[in-house]
């Protein structure tokens, strides 16, 4: 009987299907020269690395493939150290795994120019149940550091005004570091950089991704030209896709935003294939990032099985994206040129709920109860949790409830001794009794209890009359057009 062969493998053609969202334009926001979209790019190791729940064997044999730098060398007088991780992730435009044939093709020029037009931060929540992504404008008016020397010119330098992303050019990943810590007041836990070539690869390993637009998108720059609908993108149109920035009048806002898009597809892709979960394919996967990868020796085989194992369960819902506020107008300055300023307050907001470890993206106002006003904001209350009740998993249910409305919890619940508490109670120092009181409104019922010597710290032992938290708000709240925007990545939608 003959052999039946199996005809040979054709990539599937792009499909596209009519699609009728509708998007509003957006305020034009203007760049002064076009440059990739490395804030996305600079994910991609982060989100496959950590979405997976593969054990440490299999990563072991990966951890010498990364390219290691030390961007933490001799630093002085660094931000106090938050909650949860801070990753920098910084994108540059190499192209050396990038064929001659793929560069014409998707339009990405000559030789690099060492340089990087992006940066992130990327953080991960104690509890690992959230990532916050932080784009910082590559034109953001900056103070470089003091006391460092110019890799390209050998020259020592003293403080001085820069675009932000001169620091890389001038002193490499260190100096980016020192730049980023001293605008953001976030301390930096790892570093982590990659180029196009790890964008390629990683996008085509997965095996593409989905996007939506709801109008046609067309660059001559980069080449793209897609019509409404949804399509399968490989690497290489992937590219295009998120390096577009003259499809219409808003240049690199509403880039940014199809950037958000992306990201939010590629977590999907990567976390609902199963893909990550089979050690072969985890290995390729990261073997095409990886290869393209520089990172600090922190970030090694230990850190991508605890990251990994914590949050295979990650979603787009678990992400969040936002960009440092600015001010309306540009700020020219001599002898750099046009730059743009952050809005003081509301950057100053964003980064301290980076390193208070506190959720980016607000709830829509029309899904979600009215909040209780109270005197102190639940952000200024620290609180401990201690489980009163014989149901197990209580404690860290309440935990979890508290700092999702904004409380700033200990993130490790414990039993109460007597385990029989019928009600709950709220234990705390008098010095603290306004913050006591507006901690017990989330809790109706509860019982104050006055605990001398116990300090800030206030706790809540669960009782048994426990149903919910209810939400609660400080009575002089910001306006919402005083804070900083954050969307969900389930939330960024198809434009």
């Not at 951890?63 to 660094?78: G, S, T, V």
């Not at 005004?161 to 100096?175: D, F």
């Not at 240049?251 to 990567?270: E, K």
Request: hydrophobic letters at 35%.
């Amino acid at each position: 009987m003959p052999t039946q062969t199996r005809p040979p493998h054709r990539p599937r053609p792009p499909r596209t299907r009519p699609h009728t969202a509708r998007s509003g334009p957006p305020a034009p926001v203007r760049r002064r020269r076009p440059g990739w979209a490395a804030r996305l790019t600079t994910t991609l190791s982060v989100v496959v690395l950590a979405s997976s729940g593969i054990g440490h064997a299999v990563v072991t044999s990966l951890d010498d493939q990364i390219a290691r730098i030390d961007p933490f060398r001799d630093m002085k007088n660094r931000p106090a150290a938050g909650h949860g991780v801070n990753v920098l992730l910084v994108g540059t435009d190499g192209r050396d795994g990038v064929t001659s044939q793929a560069r014409r093709k998707y339009r990405l020029g000559g030789a690099p120019c060492n340089c990087t037009d992006t940066i992130m931060i990327v953080h991960i929540s104690a509890d690992r149940e959230r990532a916050s992504v932080v784009s910082l404008p590559r034109d953001s008016y900056a103070e470089i550091p003091g006391e460092h020397t110019d890799r390209t010119t050998g020259r020592a330098h003293g403080a001085h005004a820069v675009k932000l992303n001169a620091a890389y050019a001038e002193g490499g990943p260190q100096l980016t570091v020192r730049t980023v810590e001293r605008m953001t007041g976030v301390k930096i836990d790892h570093y982590l950089e990659v180029d196009f070539t790890s964008f390629i690869k990683t996008v085509d390993v997965l095996g593409g991704v989905q996007v939506c637009t709801a109008k046609p998108l067309k660059d001559a720059y980069t080449g793209l030209d897609l019509p409404a609908g949804t399509h399968d993108l490989d690497g290489g149109r992937a590219l295009q896709y998120v390096r577009s920035r003259h499809v219409d009048a808003t240049g690199d806002l509403n880039r940014m935003r199809r950037q958000q898009r992306f990201l939010a597809a590629l977590v999907d892709r990567a976390t609902s294939s199963g893909i990550l979960l089979n050690p072969v394919r985890f290995r390729e996967v990261s073997r095409a990032v990886l290869g393209a990868v520089r990172a600090d020796a922190g970030f090694g085989t230990d850190e991508m099985v605890r990251l990994g194992r914590a949050l295979r369960d990650f979603s787009p819902s678990s992400s969040e994206f936002t960009t440092v506020p600015v001010q309306p107008r540009g700020h020219t300055v001599k002898g750099i040129g046009w730059t743009v300023k952050w809005d003081p307050g509301k950057a100053g907001q964003l980064f301290r709920a980076l390193r208070e470890d506190r959720p980016l993206a607000r709830p829509e106002r029309s899904s979600r109860p009215r909040a209780v006003p109270v005197d102190v904001a639940p952000e200024r209350i620290r609180v401990e949790v201690e489980n009163g009740t014989a149901k197990e998993g209580l404690g860290q249910r309440v935990d979890r409830a508290l700092r999702a409305v904004g409380f700033r919890t200990t993130g490790t619940p414990s039993n109460a001794d007597d385990r029989g508490v019928e009600r709950t109670v709220v234990a705390y120092d008098p010095r603290w009794d306004r913050s006591a009181k507006s901690l017990a409104a989330a809790f109706p019922g509860a019982e104050l209890r006055e605990t001398p010597g116990r300090g800030p710290l206030l706790k809540v032992v669960v009782g048994a009359d426990f149903k919910d938290i209810v939400r609660v708000r400080a009575r002089q709240q910001e306006r919402p057009e005083d804070r900083f925007k954050a969307v969900t990545g389930d939330a960024v939608g198809c434009a």
